[in-house]
């Protein structure tokens, strides 16, 4: 059962409006309210139309919706509807013909017999008076057979004879004039001519007998002469043939084959009456016969003449309709086969929508539908392979979730508390993990270690390169505090040249040759101010102090690539307000569209003019200045900025 919300939405507003409106027609009509029917039809007849026509077309759509049944309705349209038309327009036309020519037969041979009875009357003209009622019984006795019943009438010199004496008397009105047809007279059909002039006035009058009428084309088939009677007066119908004959008579010759169809066609003949000179009527002339028949007398050649055209036109209908059978299985072959690939290529879409990307379809044929339900395959091979590959990447992604998860424990939460020195630092990688790395760790003595580093590469390698330098270090960190405190106060117990070399050994024996990073480390005495540090090979930190700007000296080369590296370190003595950055290649290095680096310089002037904003405030500056310049959203390598701000007073 549908629910009230689909019979809403199959019948829609206007199919509801329609149903209510119709239910209060049927109201009203019971009641008896003829003036609310009468409104009420005035709303429903054009919802009727609107809702009719909506549903046609949504018949049609339905009817219309798959391939194949518009395959079905072009070649209806473009193959068979012409093809049906051309056979009924050539019967049609066939028939007709067949008609016109059987009415043309019995036309002609009825014109024939008139022509006769003209001729009579001329010849009775041309003769003597004196001859003419010899020549009357002569011409009467030639006639017999066609005009049985033939009679003259003389009006001239001689006086008003008729012949033969028994013949009805007929007078025939002085406004006729010279006249041959056919006369409706005294409830017959007859054929007759009338010659008059000054002195003579002769009449040839000859029924029509219904054999006469019948035969006036042997053969051909029922040929009746009917004349209807003019409703307005009591006069009964007229007729004559064969339709006042026996049962055989009014039968139509038998068919030869079974394309031998019967043909009829009524034609009209014009007629006269005797007291209306001058008034011309109409009668029917009504021919029924078969097509063989008419041709049998139309044509004048012998049977075998007619048999070779015959089996001719028969052998040539026959191979159109070879052709067209043929035409037709074709079309309905390559139909099917259309129909048959869209509606594979329709399951397999269904199939893949819901996930079986192993859906194939059969290749029939070298063809372009076989060449489509080979892309079809193709295609879902590819998607099913680009399943796994993105179940790899969403594997690997949630691994390298995991490890950007993990590396962001190895950074540390927070600077250790000092008193002389802030530390603020930031790192944003170009990937889901970083090859930079940044650390600080509280020592012994009050003293402050910290370092930034730059690993070759980006991702996995270069993050997992990062915690290993960062282990490394802080192992060496903690195997050299001392125990006791020393007498010196302004070196630290930490030689930072040492740890990086020691560094420096341990990654080359433990990573590959190719893998390497620049590395800065310094300690700083908060007690002396002083910062001892060792650069090996990283970009060189940038000293703003009262409004100048220092680069830190570079002490070695990078760490991991030779283990005979050695290297030194230098002191700076700190002073309040100076600011240290440290920075890696992700700042200065990004390009622009235009192929040119941010470079130290921009540097420079961004820190120079906001040197005295919070340090998390220089970092943010610095890094939207970058992103700005490169003008995208990602980043082209790993950023990482430490900041080491001297803080109190000298």
């Known amino acids: 059962m549908w629910s009230a919300a689909q019979i809403t939405r199959r019948l829609g507003k206007l199919g509801i409006a329609f149903l209510i409106s119709l239910a209060l027609y049927i109201i ?15 709303v429903l007849v054009p919802l009727g139309v ?26 209806g349209l473009f193959g068979v509807l012409p093809v049906l038309l ?123 007998t219904d054999n006469m009428v019948a035969n006036l084309v042997p053969h051909l088939g029922v040929i009746a002469l009917v004349n209807r009677a003019d409703p307005s007066k009591a006069d009964p119908d007229i007729s004559v043939g064969a339709l006042n004959l026996n049962a055989d008579s009014n039968k139509i010759p038998a068919a030869v084959s079974r394309l031998d169809l019967p043909v009829a066609l009524p034609s009209t003949q014009p007629h006269v009456h005797l007291d209306q000179p001058g008034t011309t009527h109409n009668s029917v002339l009504w021919v029924r016969s078969r097509i063989s028949a008419v041709l049998r007398a139309f044509f004048s050649g012998s049977d075998s003449v007619r048999g070779v055209a015959a089996f001719m036109l028969i052998v040539i209908a026959s191979l159109f309709l070879v052709v067209e059978i043929g035409a037709l299985v074709v079309g309905i072959g390559l139909s099917r086969r259309i129909t048959r690939a869209v509606s594979q290529i ?23 539908l076989g060449e489509l339900a080979a892309s079809f395959n193709q295609m879902t091979g590819n998607l099913e392979r680009l399943v796994v590959v993105e179940k790899e990447r969403q594997r690997l992604q949630t691994e390298i979730e995991i490890a950007r998860e993990v590396q962001s424990q190895l950074y540390p939460r927070e600077a250790p508390p000092s008193r002389g020195l802030k530390l603020t630092a930031r790192c944003e990688p170009a990937r889901m993990v970083s090859g930079d790395y940044y650390d600080y760790q509280a020592l012994a003595n009050k003293k402050l270690a910290f370092a930034i580093g730059d690993v070759a590469g980006k991702g996995i390698s270069a993050a997992l390169l990062m915690a290993t330098i960062q282990a490394a270090l802080r192992a060496q960190i903690t195997e050299a505090q001392p125990i006791t405190d020393t007498e010196c106060t302004t070196k630290p117990e930490i030689n930072a040249a040492a740890l990086v070399s020691k560094l420096n ?8 040759p190719e893998k390497y990073a620049t590395f800065f480390f310094a300690v700083y005495d908060q007690d002396a101010k002083t910062l001892t540090y060792t650069n090996a090979g990283h970009l060189s930190p940038l000293l703003f102090r009262n409004g100048s700007v220092a680069r830190l000296d570079s002490n070695g080369m990078v760490v991991g690539a030779f283990s005979f590296a050695r290297y030194d370190e230098s002191c700076v003595t700190f002073e309040p307000g100076d600011l240290l950055v440290c920075y890696t290649d992700g700042i200065t290095e ?18 120079q003019k906001h040197v005295h904003s919070e340090d998390h405030e220089i970092i943010r500056i610095l890094f939207d200045a970058v992103r700005s310049w490169t003008g995208s959203p990602e980043l082209q390598d790993d950023m990482t900025l430490l900041l080491a701000r001297q803080v109190g007073s000298a």
């Open 50 to 75: 609107v809702v009719l026509f909506r549903a046609t077309r949504s018949m049609r759509e339905r009817a219309l919706w798959s391939v194949r049944n518009r395959l079905l309705v072009v070649y």
């Open 346 to 368: 329709y399951e397999g879409t269904r199939r893949v929508i819901y996930g079986d990307f192993k859906q194939r379809i059969p290749v029939a044929g070298d063809d372009q």
């Open 505 to 512: 050994k341990q990654v080359h024996a433990h990573t590959a």
């Open 28 to 42: 009203f009509d019971v009641t008896g309210h003829g003036v609310l029917l009468l409104l009420d039809s005035c």
């Open 590 to 607: 990004p390009e622009n569209a235009y192929g040119e680096m941010f470079g130290e310089e921009r540097l420079t002037e961004i820190v």
């Open 86 to 208: 051309l056979f009924a327009m050539f019967a049609l036309a066939a028939w007709t013909l067949m008609s016109e020519l059987a009415i043309y037969l019995a036309t002609s041979a009825l014109e024939r017999r008139i022509d006769s009875v003209d001729d009579a009357v001329l010849a009775l003209k041309d003769m003597p008076p004196d001859q003419r009622p010899r020549a009357a019984v002569h011409i009467r006795r030639a006639y017999s057979a066609a005009f049985p019943g033939i009679a003259f009438y003389f009006d001239d010199a001689t006086g008003s004879h008729r012949y033969p004496p028994s013949a009805a008397e007929m007078t025939v009105p002085r406004q006729w004039k010279d006249v041959r047809g056919l006369l409706v007279y005294h409830g017959r059909f007859y054929a007759w001519a009338h010659y008059i002039d000054q002195t003579t006035a002769i009449t040839a009058l000859a029924p029509l």
